[in-house]
């Protein structure tokens, strides 16, 4: 008989691994997972394992989102869940490894929406957590633009850049700069890009 893999606290697509749960009829081995939407489902090993099952079955309603799909905004939506539950994202550590989560209603795309266009949304702004220690959530968020984040800049920031996120201090490290030329220039309202693309040997004091 094959050593049964103990696929506790794995995460296969939208699903984390809880507990084994008694074999199927067919003596297939079967997972209690609970999804990133909060629901509960028992899922056989080897669906995990090939990626056959990766959701409760919200993933198909959340097709309905699919005619959204190249919009900015759905890229924003894929992108919290992913930094908030996918434990193989690069920028997980700084959302979920913290506790930092999503509202049950806004694991719905098409709430997610209404919500952003009857709150400012445009394609210029960023979605931006008035509290950083709080949960994705109507109440604790806000679009504002990116420089406007840049002028609230705190040593706890997170900045995104080319599609990764980054601590200050990281940010400096990756680009070699001076961790203080890096804070200097946020303090000064700079754009990231800038900030990559600039000696140092440049006067810092010098304003966007």
């Not at 003596?27 to 090939?50: D, F, M, P």
């Not at 990626?51 to 097709?63: E, P, R, V, W």
């Not at 509202?103 to 979605?127: A, K, M, P, Q, V």
């Not at 030329?181 to 010098?206: D, M, Q, Y």
Request: net charge positive; with cysteine.
């Amino acid at each position: 008989m094959s050593i049964l893999n103990d696929l506790t606290g794995q995460q296969f697509g939208k699903l984390i691994v809880l507990e084994r749960a008694r074999n199927s009829k067919s003596g297939n081995a079967r997972w209690i997972c609970k999804c990133i939407c909060e629901k509960i489902t028992t899922v056989i090993g080897s669906h995990l394992r090939s990626g056959h099952t990766t959701s409760c079955g919200c993933n198909k309603i959340s097709d309905k989102a699919n005619g959204h799909a190249k919009e900015r905004l759905y890229r924003i939506w894929t992108g919290m869940h992913r930094r908030c539950y996918d434990r193989n994202a690069d920028n997980y550590k700084w959302y979920g490894g913290k506790g930092i989560f999503i509202c049950e209603e806004w694991h719905n795309f098409l709430t997610f929406r209404e919500w952003s266009l009857d709150n400012g949304y445009n394609d210029e702004l960023t979605i931006d957590r008035i509290d950083s220690y709080k949960n994705y959530s109507p109440d604790n968020c806000r679009w504002q633009t990116q420089k406007k984040q840049m002028n609230n800049v705190s040593s706890n920031n997170i900045l995104s850049y080319e599609g990764r996120e980054y601590t200050q201090s990281e940010f400096a490290e990756e680009f070699n700069l001076k961790y203080h030329t890096v804070v200097n220039r946020l303090r000064l309202g700079w754009s990231l890009k800038r900030i990559v693309n600039t000696p140092e040997a440049v006067n810092a004091n010098v304003k966007s």
